[in-house]
């Protein structure tokens, strides 16, 4: 990494992270991983049962930080020696594992809202957005997947976008919403009604989160690009 490389990522960290950065040391290990609570009351959103929400955040979220911390336990093992297949096998694992440990957490944290959308990022956004993000959800239903709208660190576009596997995902693209679109996020409750769990969502997104998340992006986007 040279100084400019350096400068940026230094420059962005903070906005990115939080108002301040964590210690040395601080960072979670395989040792230290649990998952996070949900920030709102599952018996009380619309359209979205405490049933299928506790049991998505219990068993699909809480497992894949589990799994994160047991395949990181491996890697720690590794000797410089060991098979290239067993390195690549396990990093395939650890990357799937930490971006669905990741987008869970956007996921449910831009839940527990009234699903009223104001401030700057509506007036940023085309008219058409929602349509453009509900039809690419419904591109996922019978299937797997997630959608995003994003903001492009590069660009500064607002970018909406289809994820599969848990490891596609435009790269330096900072999430705004998220929507999972799996079925063990909806079936409990609509089984393959994917469009009436769509609506559900959007009736309970916490848009004042998705703003701090654009007012954050932002932020970046012009560190970043001020030190070109």
Known sequence: MNRRELLR????????LGATL???????????????????????????????????????????????????????????????????????????FHNSMTLHEWYFGNLGGDGKQSGALLKALPAN???????????????????????????????????????????????LLVLDMYEHAFALDYGAAAAKYVDAFFANVRWDEVERRYERAQAAFKVLNSLK
């Open 129 to 175: 957005w929602e349509a453009e993000f509900r039809a690419t959800a419904m591109s996922l239903a019978g299937g797997s997947g997630w959608v995003t709208l994003s903001l492009h660190t590069v660009t500064g576009e607002l970018l909406t976008a289809w994820s599969g596997n848990h490891t596609q995902s435009p790269a330096g693209a900072l999430p």
């Open 22 to 96: 964590p210690d040395a040391g601080s960072a979670p290990s395989a040792a230290t991983r649990t998952p996070r609570p949900l920030g709102f009351d599952p018996a009380k959103l619309k359209g979205l049962s405490e049933k299928l929400l506790t049991s998505h955040h219990d068993n699909n979220y809480a497992g894949a930080v589990k799994n994160l911390a047991k395949v990181e336990e491996e890697l720690a093992r590794l000797k410089p020696d060991a098979l290239p297949a067993l390195v690549s096998g396990l990093r395939e694992r650890a990357l799937q």
């Open 9 to 16: 990522t230094a420059a962005v960290t903070p906005f990115l």
